[in-house]
C-alpha cells in the first residue's frame, strides 16, 4: 500500500505543478492586458512620446520596431534559407559540416547582449554605419541567421525522400529539384517558422540598444523621401524599437504616467507577438489542410 | 543535332548547379565569417584590460572592489560574476523542477488533454519579449517581495524568480522531447513487473532520459546567464556579492547594459566591461560544450 500512496502524492505534487504553470501564464497575460489595454487608443498608437510631460505615446517605436522587423527579414531570410538547404540538402557528414553545425549552435545561445556589443563595435564603428536601423537589421541578422538556417534544414529534411528521387528520375539538375521540387513542399513550414521567428525579432531589445540606439528623431510621416532625416523610411536614422522603449521608461522614464504608457506598451507588444504565433499557427494549418485534401485526392 | 541538344542541357545543368552552389557557399560563408569576426573582435577587446591596462587576471578575476573612477580605480568584476552565477543557479534550481513535472504531466499523466492544454503555455511563455518579463517583475514580484520579506523588494530573489519563469519553457520543451521519444515497451515492462506509475516515473524513465533533461537544463541556464534587460530591471544594480536573496545585486550583462552607453571606447572600464562580454562569451562556449557531452552520452 506505500507504494500506492506514493504513486498518489506524485501525482498530486506533478498535477499542481503542471498547473502552476498555466496560472503563471494566464496570470502574466491577464496582468499585462488588464494594466495595459486600456491605456491603449488610437492616439497612443500614433503619438509621439513626451519626455517629462504625461500623455505620450508610442507611435515613432511602434512604426521602428515593424520598419526594423522588414529589413531584418530582407536580410536573413534569404541567406537563411540559402545556408539551410545546403545543410539540408548538400553537406556530407565530416568535418566542415560538423564546424559549421557547431557554429550555429553557437550562435544561436549567444547572448543578445554579446551581439549587441558586437554591431556596436563593428557596424556602428569601424563600418560608420552609426545607430541606425541599418545597424540594427545587420545585429538582428547575426540573431536571427541561426534560427532561419535550423527553420529551413527541418523543413527540407521532412519532405518526403521520393520527391526527390522522382525529380532525379526525370534527370533534373540537383539545384532545379531544390527550387522545383522540394521548395514548394518545404515552403509551409518554412513559412510558419518564418512567422515565429519574427515574434522573437520583434520583441528583442538588449541586441538593438547599442545598434539601432535609443532615441527616435523627430518624424515627418508625410514625408517618403528615403534619405530625408526625417522621413521614416529613412534606413540611416537612429530608431529606438518598441522593447527598447519599454526597458527605457522602466529604468529612466520621466513623464509621471510612465508606469501606464510601460504597462501599454508592453500590452501592444504581447498582443502583437500573440498575432504573430496564431498567424503563424492558422496559416501552418491551412497550408496542412490543403497539402492532406490534394493527398486524399490521388 | 539530338547530341548537340543533350550537350547544351548538360551545360544548363552545370550552370544552374553552379549559381545554386555558389549561392549557398555565399550563406554559409557568411555565418562562418559572423562567428569568426565576432569572436576575434570580442577577444580582441576583451583581452586590452590585461594587455594595455595592465590588470592582473586575478584582480579581475577575484579582485571584489569595483571602482572604476575612483582615485585609484580598481576593477574587481566578482560580484558580477557572483551575481551572475548565483541569479543563475537559483533560476534553474526553481525552474527544473517545475519543468520536469510540466514535461511528466505532458507525457505520463494526461498525455491527450495535457498536451493540448500546456503545448500552446509554452509556446507562448517562450514567445513573451524579455522586457516585458522584466516589467511585470518590476511592478509584481518586487512589490510582492517589499512586502512580504524584508528589504526593497529588488533584488537578487527578484532576478531569479523572473528568469526562472523566462527558461521555463526552454526545459520543459527539451524535456518533453525526451519523454516522448522514449520507446513504449521500457514502460509496459516496468508496468508489467507490478510497479506503480511513480516508480515507472522515479526509477525508470527519469535514470533514462536524465541526459536529455540536463540538456534542458543547461540550455535554460545558458539563455538565464546571457539575458540582459529583465534582470538588469529587478535586480537592483549594486557592485557587491550579495549576502542575502533581498539583496541588490549586479549581474555581468547588467553591469554592461549599463555600462556601455556611459563611457568612452578605449577606456580602462570600457575594456573592463569588454572583458566581462569575453567572460560571457567563453561562458556560451562552454555551456554548448556541456550539451554536446551530453548528448554523446545521450546517443550511446
Redesign the interface.
Known sequence: MKAKTADKIATYVIVTLALLIVAVLAGLLGYILFRGVSHISWDFLTSAPRKIRAGGGIGPQLFNSLFLLVLTLLITVPLGIGAGIYMAEYARPGRITGFIRLIVEVLSSFPSIVVGLFGLLLIVNIFGLGFSLVSGALALTVFNLPLMVRITEQAFRSVPPQQKEAGFALGLSKWKIVTTVLFPVALPAIITGTILSAGRVFGEAAALMFTAGMSSPRLDFGNWNPLSPSSPLNPFRPAETLAVHIWKINSEGLAPDAAEIAAGASAVLVITVLIFNLVARYFGRLIYRKLTASRRMN | MRAQSSKSRIE???I??L???S??????L???V??V??VY??TS?GISTFAIDKVSFSDFFFGTNWSPEGDHPSFGALPFIAGSFITTLLAALIAS??SI??A???TE?VPGW?KK??QP?????S??????Y???G???IVPFLRNVFPGQGIGVAAGALVLS?MI?PTI?SVAADALSALPQNLKESSFALG?????T??RVIIPTTLPAILTGVV?GM??A?????AV??VIGNAPFIPTSLFESASTL?SV??LG??NTT?GSPQNNAL?SM?LV??LM??L??FI?RMLEKRRSI
Request: proline content about 2%; some cysteine.
Open positions: 544548363k545543368h552545370h544552374e548547379d549559381i545554386g552552389r549561392y549557398m557557399s555565399f550563406c554559409v557568411l555565418l562562418i559572423s562567428i569576426s565576432m573582435f570580442v577587446r523542477p517545475l513535472c510540466a511528466l504531466f505532458m499523466i495535457g492544454l500546456l503555455v509554452i509556446e507562448l511563455l514567445g513573451i519579449p524579455s522586457v516585458v522584466g516589467f511585470v518590476l511592478s509584481v519563469v521555463l520543459t510497479a506503480t506509475r511513480w516508480q516515473i522515479a540550455l545558458a539563455r546567464f546571457g539575458e540582459a534587460l538588469q530591471m550583462t554592461i547594459t556601455m552607453g571606447m569588454w562580454a560571457l562569451m556560451t562556449f555551456f554548448v550539451v
